[in-house]
């Protein structure tokens, strides 16, 4: 990932200074004597908050890319989603390496981005935990006898979060998500509900006893509204702030029309209450350019752009909103996280590789690029 320092962006974002935005990132200290709600972001700036994934770039499209993420922070992009596995911070039991990390949050702080951090135990429906934790013959499941409110995993969990806390919270963080899509995994293991839950309970404690303004959650998928609804209860009750992710589509990964965005949208926000909603990622497919299978095209994709910012309009609830990306995946990158979560759907790799407002091979820009600028010099 690159993220580019812009000497052109905007000195406000929202009518608020960027020493503002910064301003309580400078030290770790809890605020002892401070009466803080954590639901309410207060890491964030008030406001409504807009960022956009970066996707590693091909030589060839690089200067595009890096020039248009500069304008896209000039026009208000005021923020950025960063993820890493337990098992990336934790390669060997008890070894802790945030070293990417902090590299990646300085870089994020130069350019004038507030963070989002995810740390993935589960991803969708696999597991992210370091090695030792999940089974020898299934590393998609735990190692047997543990859960994950087993006292070994929460003293390597108390670990992690005294390790990265404070980074995200010098570093101008507002967010850590402990989890990313669990209701994949979890809702075909009910047994492990009460555990997780549990877990992130006690992520969000020791948060707590570092920066008591950090919000500690998990991430759910939209679909998890109606098809997990257990898991919803359990994750949100867990959570300072439950976040999701939205791609509206079909069970085949065909579109739906972008005119469902409202309301799924209020869907959302509803769910979320009485916390602000957030989205830690959305999308929408161009399709294969000329030939689409998915149902989708690029004026589709530009349609679900602009509905969402009329939806971000019209309710100030709707705190962040993350579109991934800017640029679409390559079809090494696809194949690798098709891979990674054992999806063999046919749909997957339309929707995969063309979730980019931008081209992938030479950063040409698709029309929702223009409207995703539009709708940021309207907020």
Known sequence: ????SNPRRRATLGGVALSVLFGCGGSSSS???????????????????VGIAYSTP??????????????????GVS????????????????????????????????????SYLVIKTIDGSTLSLPADLVHADDPNEL????????????????????????????????????????DGWLASRPEHLSGFAAFVTSARARARGHDARLAVGATLRFSSIVLADQVLSAVRTASDVVAFTYYPLKPDLAVRSPDVVAADLATMR???????????????????????TNGSSPELQRQFVANVFAAIAQDPGIRYVSFRQLADWSRSEVTRLAETH???????????????????????AKPAYAQFLRGLSGM
């Open 143 to 182: 190692a047997a006898g543990l859960t994950f409110h087993h006292p070994a995993v929460l003293a390597r969990l108390d670990a992690l979060i005294d390790a990265v806390a404070p980074l995200l919270v010098l570093s101008g963080g507002f967010y850590l998500s402990v989890g990313d899509g669990v």
């Open 58 to 75: 091909t030589p060839a499209a690089r200067a595009a890319l890096d020039a248009a993420f500069g304008e896209c922070i000039a026009a």
């Open 270 to 292: 509803q769910a979320a209450q009485p916390a602000p909603l957030v989205l830690q990622a959305i999308g929408y497919p161009s399709g294969w350019s000329g030939a689409p």
């Open 342 to 364: 054992a999806v063999t759907a046919p749909g997957l790799p339309e929707f995969l590789a063309t979730l980019g407002l931008r081209e992938h091979a030479d950063g040409a």
């Open 31 to 49: 605020g002892a004597g401070l009466a803080v709600e954590p639901s309410t972001l207060p890491l964030l700036a008030a406001g409504q908050h």
């Open 79 to 114: 923020t950025h989603e960063l993820s890493f596995s337990w098992a990336e911070l934790e390669s060997s039991p008890g070894v802790l390496d945030t070293s990417t990390l902090t590299r990646t949050l300085v870089r994020t702080q130069t350019s004038g981005l507030a």
């Open 1 to 4: 990932m690159s993220l580019t």
